[in-house]
């Protein structure tokens, strides 16, 4: 088995992720970052490479436990792992608890300002699917939002709510 020092700094995950940035490497490489070294016979990409390919989608779902099956994990590089997930999972959940959630045309003005900075928003047009619901289009209409499509006709939308 190759180890990790033996192989050209390009391919070792931490001076890849230095010199390319971490846009530049798989899953497998990130975690081997993470893990840190391998065991007798399994250098850490190889390990890391083994825990995605055991988990794939649901590696956010791993707990302490799940991660100490895996032979070359213990508690320490357990903890590790599942602290980095929990705090990706932490920020994640406060960046999408409702931030961008529309439900007046107060929200969609104030929400105005945010998308006004992203130049690539700059032309946006909107999709009223809920016309008559609560007016969240003229909040758009008012921030200077392109109306594109209106849908007055799902009567059993607004009956619902």
């Known amino acids: 088995m190759v180890k990790i020092k033996d192989l050209p700094k390009v391919d070792r995950p931490r001076e890849k992720f230095l010199i390319k940035g971490a846009d530049a490497l798989s899953k497998s490489e990130l975690l081997a970052i993470l893990i840190g070294s391998g065991i007798k016979g399994k250098n850490v990409k190889k390990l890391s490479q083994q825990i995605i390919r055991k988990f794939g989608d649901k ?92 849908d007055k006709r799902n009567v059993s939308i607004i009956s619902t709510l």
Do not use: C, H, P, W
């Open 59 to 150: 590696f956010l779902e791993l707990t302490v436990d799940n991660l100490l099956e895996v032979q070359g994990i213990g508690k320490a590089k357990a903890l590790q792992i599942a602290s980095a997930i929990a705090l990706t999972k932490r920020f994640n959940d406060e960046r999408g608890s409702g931030e961008n959630l529309v439900l007046s045309s107060k929200d969609a003005t104030l929400l105005n300002s945010d998308l006004k900075d992203k130049s690539r928003m700059k032309d946006m047009t909107i999709a009223d699917l809920f016309a008559g619901v609560g007016g969240i289009k003229i909040g758009f209409e008012q921030a200077g939002y392109q109306k594109g499509f209106t």
